[in-house]
């Protein structure tokens, strides 16, 4: 058996939510890990595509930003913001979009504009950037964030990026062209979302987790199917390659357990 | 008519161009080519009341926010990452936490829209979808109306920005104020020149007139209103093919920023105290050259 860290082990989640072919949308930090990951195994044929213009990457330096000029490297395009998020995003090219989460309720309705009122927030968080853009349009959304109680929250302070809204058929009625949340990676379990009532649902807890944790760290009633699962591990190879991405640990951290 | 020499210092670009009050868009993008000798220049010609729009340029936001000189901030993202993580922006999160400036939130693809309006001369912009989040709620200036043509649809309508001044930091340009920016992604850059009222560019490097062939050519002379030189003028952050990101400097400002008298501290020693960028990179040390290049990115 291979070690691994929590971090690793998100990496690898979010990879394998990737599938060959699809043109996928990633901010920096393990979103983009996971992308690359998935290109340099499973999903070779995967397009990434970054906010600040650049398309189809090739870069083999791990980007320290969605403007990160590495990014030019061999890649297809280079194309900028507006076509990023206008011609790709909203044109509904994009299959699969990566967001992190500061709250979460459980339609998969996200914040990370502030916390508390917006007149005198307790925490100005850094703002949408263009969250709400790829949650609106992209083919399906994957969250990824550490697990935190206090981020699953019944009600959240503000939302900005809309995940299932009010639950079926509520995106529709707004017209929203993107399908929403697909899943939610954190470093103690996935979840994905009940089709009937699209609501959060726990997919899977990682090994040494148990399903009992996961539902006293959630502040809102989690669908917990009768059977979960236990996330496979990292293999060896997924692990190797991660490595050899983010050989200084800048996003996987220097190797705390 | 424009003159033909727009060349000048960067602090009679300030003082000619930076009245208090203006409304200022920032260029660049997280740590890629920030104004940064711009921004101290404002700051330490004591401009006030500034409303600034921004793209993600978090650590310029912070400077301008910390030293006093504004009143608004209108953004969708700030914030960076570094090496050693995600850099939030301390200064600011303290004053919009306690409302000594206005924040005026917004989202990537309106801000775009927004300027592309600004740009074409059009009053306001329809975009594709937006609804949903609470946004509209906030942002009274957002509207949802029908659409004109099938009115069972609805569309999200954005007013056009046209702010006063564009602040921008650039490779090379002549004395006409031809600017080249040699990056592969330009073209918003252009978008921001045509939206903002008054272009003010500082550049690594001046050229001689007519040196610069069409294609190479960014943002014409014709939208260019002045051109500073100034070397290393986005030092702390990076610009393409030139110097890398000032790890060390922007750590040690996230370091002093988490307090109001780390702050001034800085203010003092790294802006203050400096009589322009050449003493300020003097005095920081020269960012790392660039090292990676297109063909031998490892």
């Known amino acids: ?257 | 008519m424009s003159r033909e020499n727009k060349i000048m210092s960067l602090r009679e670009m300030v003082q000619n161009f930076v009245p208090d009050q203006s409304r200022i868009y920032l260029e660049g993008l997280l740590v890629n080519r920030l104004p940064m000798a711009a921004v101290h220049e404002i700051i330490r010609s004591k401009c006030h009341q500034l409303r600034i729009v921004s793209a993600p340029n978090g650590l310029a936001v912070d400077q301008l926010v910390g030293a006093g000189c504004v009143t608004e901030v209108e953004f969708y993202f700030l914030g960076f990452m570094t090496e050693q993580g995600f850099a939030s922006m301390q200064r600011f999160r303290t004053a919009a936490e306690t409302g000594t400036i206005r924040v005026k939130e917004s989202m990537g693809y309106a801000i775009v829209m927004a300027l592309r309006a600004g740009a074409y001369g059009i009053p306001f912009i329809p975009l594709p979808d937006f609804r949903g989040s609470d946004l509209l709620s906030i942002r009274t200036d957002y509207r949802e109306i029908p659409s004109p043509y099938n009115t069972n649809d609805i569309v999200i309508t954005v007013p056009a920005l046209r702010p006063d001044v564009l602040l921008l930091h650039a490779h090379s340009a002549d004395e006409r104020g031809n600017i080249f920016l040699d990056e592969p992604w330009p073209n918003f850059t252009l978008t921001t020149a045509q939206a903002c009222q008054k272009v003010l560019v500082t550049v690594e490097e001046i050229v001689e007139p007519g040196s610069l062939p069409v294609h190479r050519i960014t943002i014409p002379h014709f939208l260019v209103d002045a051109i500073a030189l100034v070397p290393y003028g986005a030092t702390p952050t990076a610009l393409n093919q030139r110097y890398e990101v000032h790890a060390n400097h922007i750590a040690g400002y996230q370091d002093a920023a988490k307090t109001e008298e780390g702050f001034d501290k800085f203010l003092e020693e790294f802006i203050l105290s400096c009589f322009n960028q050449r003493d300020f990179v003097k005095k920081i040390g020269l960012p790392p050259s660039w090292t990676r290049t297109q063909s031998s990115n490892k």
């Open chain 1, 1 to 257: 058996m291979e070690e691994y860290t929590s971090t690793e082990m998100m990496a690898v989640c979010g990879a394998n939510a990737v599938r060959d072919g699809e043109r996928v949308f990633a901010g920096t930090g393990l979103p983009v890990l996971g992308a690359m990951l998935a290109k340099v195994t499973h999903a070779p044929n995967a397009i990434i595509i970054y906010e600040g213009g650049n398309v189809d990457t090739q870069n083999k330096d791990l980007a320290l930003s969605v403007a990160d000029s590495r990014l030019g490297y061999r890649a297809a395009a280079s194309i900028g913001l507006i076509e990023t998020l206008g011609f790709l995003m909203m044109g509904g090219r994009v299959d699969v979009g990566f967001l992190g989460a500061a709250q979460i309720d459980e339609y998969g309705n996200i914040n990370t504009s502030y916390i508390g009122d917006f007149d005198s927030p307790k925490v100005r968080l850094p703002g949408s950037g263009g969250g709400n853009d790829i949650a609106s349009s992209a083919g399906r959304i994957i969250l990824m964030f550490t697990h935190d109680a206090r981020k699953f929250v019944k009600k959240l302070d503000y939302l900005t990026s809309p995940g299932h809204l009010s639950g079926p058929g509520s995106r529709e009625k707004l017209g929203l062209i993107g399908g929403g949340p697909a899943l939610v990676v954190t470093d103690k379990c996935q979840m994905d979302f009940d089709p009937n009532t699209k609501k959060i649902r726990l997919k899977s807890v990682h090994p040494g987790v148990t399903v009992d944790w996961v539902n006293e760290n959630v502040m809102f009633d989690l669908i917990i199917p009768g059977k979960v699962p236990t996330t496979p591990e990292p293999t060896k190879e997924y692990l190797d390659k991660l490595h050899q991405l983010d050989p200084q640990g800048i996003y996987l951290g220097k190797g705390q357990k």
